[in-house]
């Protein structure tokens, strides 16, 4: 089975603080994903990582970055943590790499990690 | 721009009863898929069902069932026998190749409660 796991499940941190939150899988995907959730919003991506050290812009990047030294691990890094970055944060990873161009877009799962709630103060 | 909306924040249904969570996309994209997403209060995001936009035939899975409408953009899931355990939040989510990679857009989502 697919495991993706974040490092806590529950973080509390300070305005102005540099927040790190990591994500391991343990199945060699290649692409990894950061998302937040919030109440009326659904999930919206934030950074995504489709190689190590390769790395894309979501629907809401403004606030934080990644980082993606290794294949398995995908770290999501808030800079000056701001009580409006206050969320539940999932990691996903899926297996396959970028099709190559003209071919059908294959089905290409995304696993989810527990989430991390964290709270800003 | 991909759009996937969820216009039922909430809905209650009787144990053993059948209930229709709605869902309505957009996208320009002719080559996508769909999928219903559970989240529990464990939080962990778990697959109900997927259908590929190619495919005319609904998918089912067990007691999950879609109504997918492609030319009204319409992918709604039908539970049926509802049980305890099927109390969750559900995501309505289009997967589509956005660039490097297939990406993930989701709706905001429909809280389920099921009453014994």
């Known amino acids: 089975d697919v495991k993706v796991t974040q490092s806590s499940r529950y973080l509390v941190k300070r305005t102005g603080e540099k927040v790190f939150l990591e994500c391991v899988q343990d199945?060699?995907?290649?692409?990894m994903f950061w998302y937040r959730q919030d109440p009326g919003l659904g999930l919206r991506l934030i950074y995504f990582?489709?190689?190590?050290?390769?790395?894309e812009k979501g629907d809401i990047p403004e606030g934080y970055s990644v980082s993606r030294e290794k294949k398995e691990r995908f770290s999501l890094i808030l800079e000056s943590a701001s009580t409006n970055q206050t969320s539940m944060y999932l990691c996903?990873?899926?297996?396959?790499?970028?099709?190559?161009?003209?071919?059908?877009?294959?089905?290409?799962?995304?696993?989810f990690g527990p989430g991390t709630r964290l709270t800003v103060l | 721009a991909q759009t996937v909306t969820q216009s039922q924040p909430e809905m209650s249904v009787q144990e053993a009863e059948t209930v229709t969570l709605s869902c309505t996309y957009d996208t320009s994209e002719s080559d996508y898929y769909l999928f219903w997403y559970k989240q529990p209060p464990s939080r962990q995001m778990i697959l109900v069902i997927r259908?590929?936009?190619?495919?005319?035939q609904n998918a089912t899975e067990n007691r999950f069932s879609v109504n997918f409408q492609k030319a009204a953009k319409s992918f709604s899931l039908k539970i049926s026998d509802s049980q305890l355990g099927d109390a969750a939040m559900y995501f309505c989510a289009l997967d589509y190749y956005g660039g490097a990679t297939n990406k993930l857009i989701f709706g905001t989502g429909t809280l389920l409660a099921v009453q014994p």
């Open positions: 990582s489709y190689d190590v050290k390769m790395k």
């Open positions: 199945m060699d995907h290649e692409n």
């Open positions: 996903a990873s899926s297996l396959l790499p970028a099709p190559i161009t003209g071919l059908v877009n294959p089905y290409n799962e995304q696993f």
């Open positions: 259908q590929e936009a190619y495919k005319q």
